[in-house]
């Protein structure tokens, strides 16, 4: 289906240019999905209720949810408990390619919006779940992104023996809508062979569970657990994070022989260098106890802009400890173009994180501000067939078109 309008402004070479998405979620997961449709693309009309998802209005952590999960969307605004607005919410659907959701288990079949009762009305449909679990005994259970790192091994690989901690970020709720973003791009392709739909499910736990596959096959090679991180036997001699000169931090490893000595060069110990213990990585995972001490000593007399620089130069692995609100002014993200210009609801804008991938040398940007709740309402339903006195009916407030 091809549901371009003289509006659109979405570049013709974009991958699913001509997509319709129809996305009814909230918080992380869902939207993620529909994000990554938009940025490639797809035409999404976000629908919410007359007051809005009420991801726009949380605090605290929850702040920056909504700008950064819901760019290249356009919002209506439906009361889907009246007998009018599920029709609408129908009608709109058969025009559909794809319908993105992540409500608890149930919530789509006691409106109708289940994939059962929707591919009746429109068989080529692609129908996106976000849930917390695929089908299984738990299933019906709720879910949230640290529910999952507890369950699956991600918490307490990440914290100290005894103190699981969760990632310091939504990995899961990420994640899980990168995967259904890739099901949903299966299945179309697959449509074209087929002139069917499908139904496509992605669920955090299951995520959550790939995410620990490296540390369950590590016990299913070694017969040894996994040691969480903090914990862990090292597979490298150097990785760690040291002190530098004015309580400057930075991440070094050295995981070959080459880096090794060239490590050793940079800093000036020849003695460790010419060390027979030190000869190989393996040898050096073995002195660590020692070895790692003298290193710190030794690196905490270095400058840290200048120990960057040479690292660079000379291909050591090295890292800067960086916090979030530094990174709306790295110079590689500055330089390269990783960070877009979002116009937000109110008219002001904000650099953000576009998605890691280009094509042809060119990143997916922001066409279109954070859309105002049901700014687009007018426009699609007029698309639909509705009346200027129906649209009326079914505006709770009427909002610009």
Known sequence: MDHASPQDDTPSDLPLQGIRVVEMTHMVMGPTCGMILGDLGAEVIKVEPPGGDRTRTLLGAGSGFFRTFNRNKKSIALDLASP??????????????????????????????????????????????????LQGPYEKRLALDEVVQMM??????????????????????????????????????????????????????ENCVLLSAQHMQQYAVTGQAAAPMPERISAW??????????????????????????????????????????????????ARDWLIPELRGTLQHFDA????????????????????????????LLASGGLGRQELEDGTDTPVPLLPISLDGTRLQPRMPIARIGQHTAEVLRELGYAESQINELLPTRHPA
């Open 305 to 332: 802009t200048t120990l960057a620089r040479v690292f660079e130069e000379k291909s050591v692995p090295f890292a800067p400890i960086t916090r979030p609100e530094q990174l709306f002014d790295d110079p590689h």
């Open 152 to 205: 699956a091994g991600l918490a307490y690989m990440t914290g100290p023996v005894g103190r699981p901690l969760r990632a310091g970020s939504s990995v899961n709720d990420i994640m899980g809508g990168m995967f259904g973003a890739l099901g949903v791009i299966a299945a179309l392709f697959q449509r074209t062979r087929s002139h069917r739909g499908r139904e496509v499910q992605s669920a955090l736990f």
């Open 237 to 286: 001699g150097i990785y760690d994070i040291f002190e530098l000169a004015g309580g400057e931090q930075m991440f070094i490893a050295a995981t070959g022989d080459a880096q090794w000595r060239t490590l050793c060069d940079i800093i000036g110990r020849a003695d460790l260098r010419a060390d027979p213990r030190l000869g190989s990585n393996n040898d050096r995972v073995l």
């Open 84 to 133: 009018a607005g599920i029709e609408a919410m129908h009608r709109l659907i058969e025009t559909a390619d794809v319908f993105v959701e992540n409500f608890k288990p149930g919530r789509m079949a006691s409106m109708g919006l289940d994939y059962t009762t929707l591919k009746q009305r429109n068989p080529g449909l692609i129908y996106v779940s976000h849930k917390g679990f």
